[in-house]
């Protein structure tokens, strides 16, 4: 069974710091692109950032371009994504899913979701 | 960056109804069209990949067309544990987007 289990969610103040986790088990995690998805509460879904198999490419979108980096390690199955600079309207679910890359990928198995509020 | 359009941004239908949900992207996106169900407190799940691909496990009164720049998702016979929040999502091209959502509620 494919399963995906963020953690490193929180609290943190704007301009603050946090790093996200995900675990990937069930699959082999180093054929797959994996991505991170974020929703406001009660908002839509908001894609943020993907990256491919080795780790060599890696897209994003504008608005955490410079503040945000996506990465993975192999060896663990794991998936990260460093979040710095946190601003009041990153507050969001934070989803990691498996990915069949760009183009013409789509969202096959998604994690529970964590939390990241920003907040003074 | 490619827009995402769905219509309607809710609905109210009854059991058995037969559902219509519309997605407009802003430019040519060939096939590359999937479709997302949500329920509360809960992560999308894919019900459609490509225009038409319908995933392994979901039922075949999900059904998915269109091409270049209008889409569509109709459910058959909407049953109860249809009603749930649906979105479209293109990946043409980085940024990779969605739809803004359209709710299913009963009626």
């Known amino acids: 069974e494919v399963q995906l289990v963020e953690s490193g969610g929180g609290l943190v103040q704007p301009g603050g710091s946090l790093r996200l986790s995900c675990v990937a088990s069930?699959?082999?995690?180093?054929?797959?692109?994996m991505t991170w998805v974020r929703q406001p509460p009660g908002k839509g879904l908001e894609w943020v950032a993907n990256?491919?198999?080795?780790?060599?490419?890696?897209y994003s979108v504008d608005s955490v371009k410079g503040r945000f980096t996506i990465s993975r390690d192999n060896v663990k199955n794991s998936l990260s994504l460093q979040m710095n600079s946190l601003r009041v309207e990153d507050t969001a679910i934070y989803y990691c899913?498996?990915?069949?890359?760009?183009?013409?990928?789509?969202?096959?198995?998604w994690g529970q979701g964590i939390l990241v509020t920003v907040s003074s | 960056d490619i827009q995402m359009t769905q219509s309607p941004s809710s609905l109210s239908a009854s059991v058995g109804d037969r559902v219509t949900i519309s997605c407009r992207s802003s430019q040519d996106i060939n096939k590359f069209l999937n479709w997302y169900q949500q329920k509360p407190g809960k992560a999308p799940k894919l019900l459609i990949c490509q225009v038409s691909s319908l995933q392994s496990g979901v039922p075949s009164r999900f059904s998915g067309s269109g091409s270049g720049t209008d889409f569509a998702l109709t459910i058959g016979s909407l049953q109860p544990e249809d009603f749930a929040t649906y979105f479209c999502q293109q990946s043409y091209t980085s940024p990779l987007t969605f739809g803004g959502g359209t709710k299913v509620e009963i009626k």
């Open positions: 990256i491919n198999q080795d780790g060599t490419t890696k």
């Open positions: 069930g699959f082999t995690f180093k054929t797959y692109w």
């Open positions: 899913a498996r990915d069949f890359g760009i183009p013409g990928g789509w969202f096959d198995a």
